[in-house]
């Protein structure tokens, strides 16, 4: 009877610690070796404090706020008219190097000064030829009409190659003897302090709204001013025109492809997070990664827009005071 009593006894406390109150048979579990990061079967990730300290993992709190609708364009630097300049041969001939030598890129010239002279070919016969033939017209200028005398001398002139502008050597196409053709582009000069960005905008109402623009350089932003819009269309996109400002235009080259921010006067209303919190799940979705406790991530798919570059604007799937991974979310996204 007494070990009757004794197994009914330990059955009842063993059905006690399975059942208690409270229990929920369908909590998940952490999974085996749960001191390393993981993901969890819904799609959140288990990761440890060590871990986060070694990856550097930051998490911001956000908040809900009102900005200026803002749209990326592609737009590329080109070169100030007013500041720079090619220079091309009027006529065919050989080049050769002015005073200084040729320059070469990356050189500084001055407006006026002699980069190079180009030798023109003298048709019918050689070039000594023709100068031997205005020695012996110099030789009897008292007989031979002053318009013969400077058409010869025209043809066997040097004509001078003259920096149109101050700046810098953008390019040079040629080398010492090199024969070149009339109008071919031999420098091009530029003035690195003035340097316009050209961007193509594909909505005609949307170059009248815009308000403020920038350039994205890294993780700095290039202030540019508009300076208006063409009224022709060029591949279906109307060009809009900025200058540059800024020590950071210094740093600028022509030809070279940027991302042009531009904000409009429309005002919209959502919760502004660095641009590279935004991650890619599995599904090509944008996501990020809201922290939802101290060891645990939760990966929430959003609709966001651009802010100004280095930010962008969530307008769905995400509220304001929600904490959320802005450094090393790459990391994060990556463990399986």
Avoid at 236 to 261: H, I
Avoid at 312 to 323: D, M, N, Y
């Amino acid at each position: 009877m007494n070990r009757l009593l004794m197994t009914l006894l330990l059955c009842t406390f063993g059905m006690t610690a399975l059942a208690h109150e409270g229990h929920d048979d369908a909590a998940p579990a952490l999974p085996a070796g749960s001191n390393a990061p993981q993901r969890l079967p819904d799609g959140s990730v288990f990761l440890p404090k060590p871990a986060q300290r070694q990856m550097d993992l930051r998490t911001v709190q956000t908040a809900a706020q009102e900005a200026m609708r803002a749209l990326e364009l592609n737009g590329r630097v080109t070169m100030d008219p007013n500041a720079g300049g090619k220079v091309q041969a009027i006529i065919a001939g050989r080049v050769t190097p002015g005073p200084g030598g040729l320059p070469v890129a990356g050189q500084r010239v001055k407006r006026g000064e002699v980069l190079a002279y180009v030798t023109p070919a003298v048709g019918g016969g050689s070039r000594s030829l023709a100068v031997s033939r205005l020695n012996r017209l110099k030789e009897l200028s008292d007989t031979v009409p002053k318009k013969t005398l400077e058409e010869a001398e025209a043809a066997v002139a040097n004509e001078q190659m003259v920096a149109p502008v101050s700046g810098v050597i953008s390019a040079a196409h040629v080398v010492a003897g090199q024969v070149v053709d009339a109008r071919e582009t031999l420098f091009e000069v530029v003035d690195p302090a003035r340097l316009q960005v050209e961007a193509l905008v594909y909505d005609v109402a949307l170059a009248a709204s815009i308000r403020s623009a920038h350039a994205v350089l890294g993780t700095e932003k290039l202030s540019l001013k508009l300076l208006g819009a063409a009224r022709a269309m060029r591949e279906q996109a109307l060009p809009v025109t900025f200058r540059a400002e800024g020590e950071l235009a210094q740093r600028l080259a022509v030809g070279q492809p940027l991302k042009v921010v531009v904000q409009t006067g429309q005002p919209v209303q959502g919760v502004p997070v660095p641009a590279a919190a935004v991650m890619k799940n599995t599904a090509n979705q944008s996501v990020v990664w809201v922290k939802t406790g101290a060891e645990s991530f939760s990966p929430r798919v959003i609709g966001f827009e651009p802010l100004d570059g280095a930010n962008v604007l969530v307008t769905s799937g995400l509220e304001g005071g929600e904490r959320i991974v802005t450094q090393a979310a790459a990391l994060l996204n990556q463990v399986r």
